[in-house]
């Protein structure tokens, strides 16, 4: 349970964490965010987060709220004053809170900055991945610019919906060319009969995940062979594994997708080897 936030320079009980009614994160989704795994005590791949944070913000013409060390620092405190050793840490940075317009407001408009902690059950995670998760095909109704990682997630609320109405865990994208573009909230992943590990080129259309570059590292590091290309819901089918990549989930199986069973329906032994070996390969910052 989180049980304390950091707010504009505050560290608040949770009860009382709260923004400015006109803040254009609320008003708007003028805002962006990112979610860091919190293992073993540790923070991965935080640089590559911040990284990203930065390019959404400069995206948007957002200005930084702080350098990435204060950050770092604040992420630390957050940490540790809600005791989190498996977890996440979300951070998420808004335009500020001006009169309701929509034209962006004075550039002296202060920055809105919320950091929380919030604490995982590991044991639960990795019962999932031993088993797998199924997830199901839905329209993607998103804007042109998903690289961006911004709080307007309405879509992938309802994708998530849906998933959940059918019994799957996730929901993967399919753009108006019937290609599948990435999970509602991960990056989407086949091996295919050849055994290449194939996924989305990152480009406008989705969203350049963090846990996606490291597992590209695990790929080189085992040797596999890469390809980057859009791939069809039928490809999945017949495909010899799939995969979600997210910090929340490193590497998490795929056994079906719209009630096809992927391989044999058990998690494969190359997705299980990328998970086995994720926190060997990414970067790991104490916490």
Same mark, same amino acid.
């Given at each position: 349970? +989180? *049980?304390?936030?950091?707010?504009?320079?505050?560290?608040? &009980?949770?009860?009382?964490?709260?923004?400015h009614v006109e803040d254009r994160?609320?008003?708007?989704?003028?805002?962006?965010?990112?979610? =860091?795994?919190?293992?073993?005590?540790?923070?991965?791949?935080?640089?590559?987060?911040?990284?990203?944070?930065?390019?959404? #913000?400069?995206?948007?013409?957002?200005? &930084? &709220?702080?350098?990435?060390?204060?950050?770092?620092?604040?992420?630390?405190?957050?940490?540790?004053?809600?005791?989190?050793?498996? %977890?996440?840490?979300?951070?998420?940075?808004?335009?500020?809170?001006?009169? *309701?317009?929509? $034209?962006? $407001?004075?550039?002296?408009? &202060?920055?809105?900055?919320?950091?929380?902690?919030?604490? =995982?059950?590991?044991?639960? *995670?990795?019962?999932?991945?031993?088993?797998?998760?199924?997830?199901?095909?839905?329209?993607?109704?998103?804007?042109?610019?998903?690289?961006?990682?911004?709080?307007? #997630?309405?879509?992938?609320?309802?994708?998530?919906?849906?998933?959940?109405?059918?019994?799957?865990?996730?929901?993967? #994208?399919?753009?108006?060319? %019937?290609?599948?573009?990435?999970?509602?909230?991960?990056?989407?992943?086949?091996?295919?009969?050849?055994?290449?590990?194939?996924? *989305?080129?990152?480009?406008?259309?989705?969203?350049?995940?963090?846990?996606?570059?490291?597992?590209?590292?695990?790929?080189?590091?085992?040797? #596999?062979?890469?390809?980057?290309?859009?791939?069809?819901?039928?490809?999945?089918?017949?495909?010899?594994?799939?995969?979600?990549?997210?910090?929340?989930?490193?590497?998490m199986p795929v056994v079906s997708?719209?009630?096809?069973v992927i391989g044999n329906g058990?998690?494969? $032994?190359? +997705?299980?080897?990328?998970?086995?070996?994720?926190?060997?390969?990414?970067?790991?910052? $104490?916490?």
């Open positions: 349970m +989180t *049980r304390i936030v950091y707010v504009n320079g505050r560290y608040v &009980p949770y009860a009382q964490a709260a923004v994160g609320f008003q708007f989704a003028d805002a962006v965010y990112e979610v =860091i795994e919190v293992f073993d005590g540790a923070l991965i791949d935080a640089p590559r987060h911040l990284d990203r944070l930065a390019r959404s #913000l400069a995206a948007l013409d957002i200005a &930084p &709220p702080m350098s990435g060390t204060a950050l770092g620092l604040v992420m630390r405190q957050v940490i540790r004053r809600n005791r989190v050793r498996d %977890g996440l840490v979300y951070l998420q940075v808004t335009r500020g809170a001006a009169p *309701r317009d929509f $034209p962006v $407001p004075a550039d002296d408009t &202060p920055p809105t900055i919320v950091c929380l902690a919030r604490a =995982i059950d590991r044991t639960q *995670r990795e019962a999932q991945a031993a088993k797998g998760i199924s997830v199901v095909t839905v329209p993607d109704i998103r804007w042109g610019r998903c690289d961006i990682k911004t709080v307007m #997630l309405l879509p992938a609320v309802l994708a998530k919906s849906q998933a959940r109405a059918a019994g799957a865990k996730e929901a993967w #994208l399919v753009d108006e060319q %019937g290609f599948v573009t990435e999970g509602a909230a991960s990056n989407a992943w086949i091996i295919d009969a050849d055994g290449h590990l194939v996924t *989305r080129r990152a480009d406008h259309g989705i969203l350049s995940g963090v846990t996606r570059a490291t597992v590209i590292d695990c790929i080189e590091r085992e040797g #596999l062979e890469l390809v980057e290309r859009p791939f069809r819901p039928e490809e999945v089918q017949v495909a010899r594994e799939a995969f979600i990549t997210a910090a929340t989930n490193t590497v997708i719209d009630a096809h058990t998690p494969g $032994p190359v +997705t299980l080897r990328l998970r086995e070996i994720f926190h060997t390969v990414a970067a790991r910052s $104490p916490a």
